[in-house]
């Protein structure tokens, strides 16, 4: 068959500048909500005046809202046909208000207070959903290639971390406006808030351009007509979650996946700060380390697949992060190798090498669940089928953020003490190794019940498009 007559039965193929445009959009959004993810209950403990307690109870009631907000975003997405397209219109629309959200959430003119952190982190989340489900979908609107979307993810996790890698130089970048005492930058305490704010201002203009340029280079071609839209509703959100088997096995890996990730980069701060004593430099060298990875093995991901099959690749990645781990708890559980700076970013490198990989290929399973509904349903609700993967992608997050200061609150960590006891030093260890180490091993088990093989989605693909 003809490349022309493929791509007029909907197999799409992209060039670099719209594959690089799609991924900027995950770049501005790892630039904004990533440095929430990681970087907001450090800044609320150490910064803003929040006891870790009440931090992680706020976590959880914030994802609680998001699994009421996402169905009815979904359902807005799906039924609505907004005049710059039905998905990448709201990257404008949901992006404006995201960023200045963002912002405020790290000012500290009302330092101290619940009240004020409820509302612009609530509202920072509610807008964060107005772009990340109609961005989820869009990835399934330009095209039903199975090799394109490959590549267009393997582009889009490249893009994101290079986002990560400026959120993970975040200690280095406050550093620059933050208050010196003998001549280094303190940044964990109170007085450095105006540069945490300075510096999200930067991050969040800077992902507001790219979600322009990314609105910019998207052309949606696989999309549902109006007639189809106007049927959709919440309820189809459950109901395709019961009827759709690959989409609950993603699901809950979204869980696991994420939960791993919150939980991991909400304590890297911690144990950079307290168990290793590191400066600002020697923190964002190794938290660099987290995201490096990602340029080395994201652009192998398509060939790497082609070898060893998408779940062949889940099991070496997923298990090469658990040795990571390992290796990151025996150094620093060791006498003789405890403050070896060298050998903590080796386990950093192994384990982080493991996670991205993982964790980024599973983005191009969601267009796979997505014509897999389609297929079995006649009806291609893309926003619907990304609100519920939200859903579960936020209960991870939530998880991320309600375990770290439910162990911090347990272990009795204590942010104005300048050294932690024992006990608290061990908890930051089992946040930063141990349970996410268990959690990828039951992330292992989730995807080996994922069914949905190339062959299987060409397939499922022609078939679509012979329908029509």
């Known amino acids: 068959m003809s490349t022309p007559t493929k791509q007029a039965k909907g197999f799409y193929k992209l060039n670099w500048m719209q594959r690089i445009g799609f991924g900027a959009g ?33 976590f ?63 509202g920072m989340s509610m807008c964060y959903t107005l ?30 971390n290079l986002g990560a ?30 540069a945490w704010f300075i510096t999200m201002t930067i991050f969040a ?25 106007a049927n959709v509703k919440v309820s189809d959100l459950w109901m395709e979650f019961i009827r759709n088997k690959p989409l609950r096995v993603l699901a809950f890996f979204f869980i696991t996946a994420f939960a791993m990730m919150s939980v991991g980069n909400a304590a890297d701060a911690y144990f950079m700060s307290y168990n290793v004593g590191a400066t600002p430099l020697l923190t964002t060298l190794f938290m660099w380390l987290g995201t490096i990875p990602a340029f080395i093995f994201m652009p192998l991901v398509p060939a790497i697949k082609r070898k060893v099959g998408k779940k062949g690749m889940f099991y070496i990645f997923l298990g090469t992060a658990i040795i990571g ?35 980024g290929y599973m983005w191009a399973l969601v267009p796979e669940v997505i014509a897999y509904g389609e297929y079995t349903t006649g009806k291609r609700i893309a926003g619907i089928v990304n609100a519920l993967t939200g859903i579960f992608f936020k209960a991870g997050m939530a998880l991320g953020g309600v375990v770290p200061g439910l162990v911090l609150a ?34 292992i088990w989730i995807i080996s019940k994922y069914e949905l093989s190339d062959e299987r989605m060409d397939q499922i693909n022609r078939e679509i498009e012979s329908r029509a």
Request: hydrophobic share 55%.
């Open 60 to 122: 959880l009631i914030v994802r609680l809202v998001d699994v009421l907000w996402d169905p009815v975003v979904g359902t807005i997405v799906d039924k609505g046909n907004p005049r710059w397209g039905k998905y990448r219109s709201w990257l404008v629309l949901g992006g404006i208000p995201l960023v200045g959200l963002a912002i405020l959430c790290f000012w500290n003119g009302f330092s101290g207070s619940l009240v004020y952190a409820y509302i612009t982190y609530v």
């Open 205 to 229: 203009l800077v992902g507001l351009a790219l979600l322009f340029f990314c609105f910019s280079q998207c052309k949606e071609r696989v999309v549902m007509d109006q007639k189809e839209s």
């Open 410 to 443: 347990w272990v009795g960590f204590n942010a104005e003490a300048a050294q932690q006891t024992p006990l608290a030093l061990q908890g930051i260890l089992w946040l930063v190794c141990v349970i996410p180490a268990i959690l990828l091993l039951l992330a």
């Open 131 to 160: 772009v990340n489900v109609p961005y989820g979908a869009l990835n399934a609107s330009l095209t039903r290639d199975t090799n394109e979307i490959t590549i267009l993810t393997s582009v889009r996790m490249f893009m994101a």
């Open 325 to 359: 781990m390992a290796m990151m708890y025996t150094f620093v559980s060791i006498p003789s190798t405890k403050n070896n700076f060298v050998l903590l970013c080796i386990a950093q490198f192994v384990k982080s090498t493991g996670i991205i990989v993982a964790t």
């Open 26 to 58: 995950d770049m501005a959004q790892n630039l904004i909500y990533q440095t929430i993810s990681i970087w907001l209950l450090f800044y609320y403990t150490n910064v803003f005046g929040i006891k870790p307690g009440a931090a992680s109870l706020m």
């Open 165 to 194: 890698l400026c959120v993970k130089s975040l200690p280095l970048i406050i550093a620059i406006f933050a208050p010196k005492v003998d001549g280094v930058a303190v940044y964990n305490t109170p007085e450095a808030a105006p």
